[in-house]
């Protein structure tokens, strides 16, 4: 380990000692107020939901936070612990409009720094009387080689498993944050929309799971209001709040932001939908309402392109492009994917986005360029559970490329003629964690060259599968931890099989080593990676 890492630890150390209390509570620091007048706290701001940092790239970082009513957000930023060389920074207002939440993109940050933030809320009526300050702290990344790390899972609050404080909360998220990495990807189900949390679920042993619960989470999300109801209910966890101050968040969405499986356009008439009881039928209109509720809550650099765009790249050094994927937003009808020609029906990324990706992954000039997918390439995974009947993700069936197949086909061929090296993919979604290996030689569709996706998941919520394999990319399963045939489906967080992935990038020999991981942070299977040159 190099020893500004070493220096880095300890800071990191002397940081939690001073800002979180033992054990998995959140401890908020006071510091002295700048005005003079210190109001009862039933006067001044609160803040509600913590501090957040995101979408750390170059020399930006967002940061963002959330009042309890209208108010100004104030941003400090300094290089000191103690903040003696701090500057202010006035941020946006916080309005009903936005539920309150405010974010500043802070820019003209040095490379490779550790950065310290405090986030406050100014009144409106007074503009002298200000909240308790929030602190958080990230690293800017590296403008030469350095060690890069970063980890990946999605899938939080599914299947009625939601924040149980008697055995610890979101306890996965505490895990990642003490692994340190420099960044989390979420790969989506950041929330789930259409999944109530009951004050008890029975599990699989006959004992309680005791969740809190509020009101937005009694019922599917339909109204703008209960889908930010979804995001304020996870963050009332502790060990998601002490991650998010310290771990800056790269986030995506995937269908259960808005309900299970959904694709433009759906009517809300299926079997699911009616035991759901959707009074609202129309798939766009609770969309629109669900991709308004994430923007204002994940911490996300908004594009100029097109309002609301998920898909982005971020740099972060020399070393490596993280390429964020939406598997959402522009596909075509969750059908059978029997389609032999491209077109609107076969659309997943869509011609847009897959031009975007073209285009990026050609100008990167960092050693590893990482895709992040909300969905597996070569999982088949069933779109209508109730009649067994169509596709959900890219996965067709064995055979040569159908559907959704034919946009993959194209972007693997891509990437093959351009000379793209060292591409990798991680993803989530299917609830369990595994290693696939695509070998164009044991493929339907060959013209690619060889390549890794890693899954891992669920970070907190119900496990499942495994899913069935297809041939059409040649996947290999290396390596797999699922639920056995005897444990079930469906398993609570307690039954310990909740997993994220790991990635380390040596700054000397730029060797990237993939780790996956449990929520205990035991190393179930990694591998090192040879970066190849051009």
Not at 150 to 162: C, K, L, M, P
Request: charged content about 25%; hydrophobic content about 40%.
């Amino acid at each position: 380990m190099r020893p500004f890492r070493n220096r880095f630890i300890r800071s990191r150390r002397s940081f939690l000692k001073t800002t979180f209390a033992s054990g998995a509570a959140l401890a908020l620091p006071a510091y002295a107020q700048t005005p003079a007048l210190i109001p009862a706290e039933r006067t001044r701001p609160q803040v509600t939901s913590g501090i957040q940092i995101g979408d750390v790239s170059g020399d930006r970082a967002l940061v963002w936070s959330r009042a309890d009513r209208p108010a100004r957000l104030i941003v400090e930023r300094a290089f000191r612990e103690d903040f003696s060389d701090a500057v202010q920074v006035r941020g946006p207002l916080a309005l009903e409009q936005t539920d309150y939440t405010a974010r500043l993109d802070l820019a003209g940050l040095p490379a490779d720094r550790e950065v310290f933030v405090r986030v406050s809320f100014e009144d409106l009526s007074s503009g002298r009387v200000r909240s308790e300050p929030v602190s958080g702290r990230f690293r800017t990344p590296p403008a030469s080689k350095r060690d890069v790390t970063f980890a990946w899972s999605g899938d939080t609050a599914g299947q009625g498993w939601g924040i149980n404080r008697e055995w610890g909360g979101m306890r996965c998220y505490e895990t990642v944050r003490r692994d340190r990495p420099d960044f989390f990807v979420h790969c989506g189900d950041t929330i789930y929309a259409d999944g109530p949390i009951a004050a008890e679920q029975k599990m699989p042993d006959g004992q309680m799971w005791k969740n809190l619960v509020t009101e937005d989470k009694a019922k599917p999300a339909e109204t703008l209001a209960e889908f930010r109801g979804n995001y304020k209910y996870n963050l009332l966890d502790r060990n998601l709040l002490a991650f998010n101050a310290e771990v800056p968040m790269l986030t995506q969405w995937d269908d259960h932001e808005v309900t299970n499986n959904w694709w433009p356009g759906e009517p809300l008439t299926r079997a699911e939908h009616q035991r759901k009881k959707y009074i609202e039928k129309n798939a766009l209109l609770l969309a629109a309402r669900a991709s308004r509720a994430f923007h204002e809550y994940m911490p996300m650099r908004e594009t100029q392109a097109e309002a609301g765009r998920v898909y982005r790249k971020i740099s972060y050094g020399p070393l490596l492009d993280v390429f964020m994927l939406d598997m959402r937003s522009y596909r075509g009808p969750n059908a059978e994917g029997n389609d032999e020609s491209y077109g609107p029906a076969a659309y997943f990324l869509g011609p847009q986005q897959v031009a975007w990706l073209k285009r990026e992954l050609l100008a990167s000039r960092a050693t590893w360029k990482v895709i992040s997918a909300d969905m597996p390439l070569g999982l088949v995974v069933v779109y209508d559970g109730d009649r067994k009947w169509g596709v959900e993700a890219v996965a067709q069936g064995d055979g040569p490329p159908r559907g959704r197949e034919l946009e993959i086909a194209d972007v693997l061929a891509f990437i093959k003629h351009a000379g793209i090296r060292n591409t990798l993919w991680i993803t989530a979604d299917v609830h369990y964690t595994a290693a696939h290996y695509y070998d164009p030689n044991k493929a339907q569709f060959q013209d690619f060259e060889p390549f890794w996706e890693f899954v891992s998941g669920p970070i907190h919520a119900g496990t499942f599968g495994p899913n069935a394999l297809d041939n059409t990319f040649g996947p290999q399963l290396v390596y797999i931890k699922a639920p056995t045939k005897e444990q079930g489906q469906n398993l609570p967080p307690s039954d310990g099989l909740q997993f994220f992935g790991h990635v380390a990038v040596d700054g000397a020999t730029e060797v990237l080593t993939v780790t996956l991981k449990d929520w205990d942070n035991r190393a179930l299977w990694s591998t090192m990676l040879e970066p190849k040159m051009r």
